[in-house]
């Protein structure tokens, strides 16, 4: 059989080459679909949250007459709910977790929680978040009041929603103590974006923080177009703090405060907070916040000490970080080791300052 012409080799072997390859990514992206190392799950599960668990104020009245600083949305109540990783379970009250008696029995020592979805526990089922454990695994002495946390809290929630649940429903619950698990989150007001899409209010320019690419999200937006999972392992490569720094001015550092929504966002946080510590005190019941603020917010500590706010900090650091904490490179919330730590920090700190029911 005579040997084939030299170039008519080279394009076999080119075009086996490209077959093999497009049958390798094939099977990778198949694989991370399949298997989800990555977290693809995590934006599928929140659009299901958002459409079958929420209910909208704005779905009650017109939205002329609707109160941007008040709850804007919270559970259905009675939910039982199979979001894919996790399951959520809500009461009649809306909050996540087991029924509440009100008013609030004699033998029962109630913790009223407010947080984003950090304390509202993302990705875990509800007994082993943190707020779940507390309340199962801390064991008073005999006769002491029996330990209750009722968790409000909402994924995307800020302090103006916080502040708003606990003055509308929280202290009704005729808590003993208040938590507040303080995010990032709570400078980026959630009133913003619902006012610009229900009033159709142009956002404010200085707020705008796109960041520009780098050859890892450049191209892994490009690749998920066609391939979506081996997009989303592209864009894991990207530095996202060295694309931050390139969109600030010379000589700045990213602080939170100060860049994005952070300018107007805080001092609205810094007013609510105000307000959250004022209801308590008129009710008589301890507030405490725990600081989880990532990247830090270094004004928030002085801040509370100025206002006697007790601030706990409650951070995870990059050595508990490498012990597996998250649930995945793109939901980035504690999985159950990490309500594990959250939890012995949340007790050492009430015990520190003698909270609990002894």
């Known amino acids: 059989m005579p040997a084939l012409p030299r170039r008519r080799r080279l394009l076999l072997a080119t075009l086996a080459a490209s077959f093999g390859l497009a049958v390798a990514v094939g099977l990778v992206e198949f694989g991370l679909r399949i298997v989800d190392p990555l977290g693809l799950r995590y934006e ?13 104020a704005w779905e009650q009245r017109p939205a002329a007459e609707l109160d941007l600083d008040g709850r804007l949305y919270w559970h259905k109540p009675n939910l039982d709910l199979d979001l894919g990783s996790f399951r959520l379970r ?6 996540r977790g087991p029924e509440v008696a009100v008013p609030k029995p004699a033998d029962v020592f109630r913790i009223v929680l407010l947080g984003d979805s950090v304390a509202f526990g993302w990705g875990v089922d509800d007994e082993v978040t943190f707020a779940r454990r507390l309340e199962r695994e801390y064991q008073p002495r005999a006769g002491a009041r029996r330990l209750e946390v009722v968790n409000t809290a909402l994924p995307m929630y800020d302090t103006n929603q916080e502040e708003a649940t606990l003055r509308e429903l929280g202290l009704s619950l005729q808590p003993d103590l208040v ?3 303080y995010v ?3 400078i980026e007001p959630t009133r913003d974006v619902v006012e ?8 404010h320019p200085e707020e705008d923080l796109s960041v520009p690419d780098d050859f890892w999200s ?9 391939l979506p999972a081996c997009g989303k392992l592209v864009a894991l490569r990207s530095d996202l703090e060295a694309r931050m720094q390139r969109r600030l001015p010379p000589g700045a550092t990213y602080r939170p405060e100060r860049f994005g929504k952070g300018p107007r966002g ?34 928030l500590p002085p801040f509370c000490r100025e206002h006697g706010i007790d601030c706990v900090p409650l951070w995870f650091s990059p050595e508990d970080h490498r012990l597996g904490i998250v649930n995945s490179p ?8 990490g309500h594990g730590l959250l939890l012995e920090r949340l007790v050492a700190a009430l015990r520190d300052r003698k909270l609990l029911p002894e």
């Not at 301890?286 to 917010?297: E, G, M, S, V």
């Open 90 to 95: 809500t009461n009649r009250l809306g909050c």
């Open 196 to 203: 610009q899409t229900l009033r159709a209010t142009d956002p």
């Open 330 to 337: 793109l939901d980035t919330h504690a999985n159950a080791r």
């Open 218 to 226: 450049w191209a892994g937006t490009r690749l998920g177009t066609l």
């Open 266 to 299: 805080w001092p609205r946080s810094q007013a609510a907070l105000l307000r959250i510590a004022a209801q308590c005190r008129a009710a008589n019941v301890p507030l405490l916040l725990f600081d989880h603020t990532l990247p830090r917010l270094e004004p």
């Open 184 to 186: 990032v989150n709570d």
């Open 179 to 181: 938590l507040l698990v």
């Open 44 to 56: 599928v599960e929140f659009t299901r949250y958002r459409t079958q668990a929420l209910q909208f």
